[in-house]
């Protein structure tokens, strides 16, 4: 059933079980109001039959009575609501003001006014007038003297933080001045290097070429191994053995033409 607030029109949806057939007070929580609701079911009142009873005649009036004052009628009782109708009241109320609160929220602040800042530019430009008007005038020979007296200043508070340069020339020596005389030892490190450095050349090239070898040889076994390895291997095998053919057909033409010079040499 539904319940329509007198006073502001609030509407509630509520189930008639927690109604009685009699009716019952509700409140209406958005407002307050207060007012008596009727079950939708409820029966309907019998009609009270009247008598009609002989009037009797009514007795002369011996004397003046004061009129008796009229019985204020007694508010009513305010009766509790059921917990179920209160707590769909209360879930109603706070869905509206939720609602109301996202509307409010929702709504666009007003910009603020643009008020003209003229008096205030006009203050500053005067007080800048005012410094103007108040400063001495320049005087060339007087700035020319003191930007020349700050410029040597400069000049020299700069020499003082560089380093001299000739004495640090004096203090250093180049290493391709110093002979192995008067430094052996550096020297024969030097040459230690460059033979551990030569060694170290000459293995990893051999490691190559062998780790090469090892694979021209071993490349079917590597081709069985790793399926997916095996166009690089044939390509590999395939210009290894071109490379061999070549050197075979340079070292028989060199051997040929040994023979030949040595041949046309001999007596």
């Known amino acids: 059933m539904r319940l329509i607030c007198p006073n502001c029109d609030a509407q509630y949806e509520v189930p008639e079980d927690v109604m009685p057939l009699d009716g019952r ?106 410094e103007q008007k108040t400063r001495p005038a320049p005087n060339p020979e007087k700035d020319e003297a003191t930007f020349a007296k700050a410029a040597s200043s400069a000049i020299s508070s700069r020499r003082e933080l560089l380093p001299d340069i000739e004495e640090i020339n004096s203090t250093l020596r180049s290493n391709t001045d110093r002979s192995a005389s008067t430094d052996p030892g550096q020297t024969a490190q030097i040459e230690v290097q460059e033979k551990r450095s030569a060694r170290r050349g000459f293995v990893l090239a051999a490691a190559l070429v062998a780790g090469l070898v090892l694979v021209y040889v071993y490349a079917p076994q590597i081709a069985q191994q790793m399926p997916q390895a095996e166009p690089a291997l044939m390509g590999y095998v395939e210009m290894a053995d071109g490379w061999r053919v070549w050197l075979d057909t340079q070292v028989t033409a060199l051997l040929t033409w040994l023979d030949q010079v040595s041949g046309s040499g001999t007596p």
Not at 92 to 115: N, T, V
Request: aromatic letters at 2%; charged letters at 35%.
């Open 25 to 130: 007070d509700v409140q209406c929580s958005n407002c307050g109001q207060t007012w008596f609701q009727e079950h939708p079911n409820a029966p309907d009142d019998a009609p009270t039959e009247t008598l009609d009873l002989p009037k009797t005649p009514e007795p002369a009036q011996t004397r003046e009575e004061p009129e008796e004052t009229p019985e204020l009628p007694t508010p009513p009782v305010r009766r509790a609501l059921d917990p179920a109708v209160e707590d769909v009241l209360r879930a109603e109320a706070e869905l509206e003001a939720q609602a109301r609160k996202a509307e409010k929220s929702s709504l666009e602040s007003q910009p603020d006014l643009g008020l003209d800042d003229a008096p205030q530019k006009r203050r500053t430009q005067d007080s800048s007038k005012a």
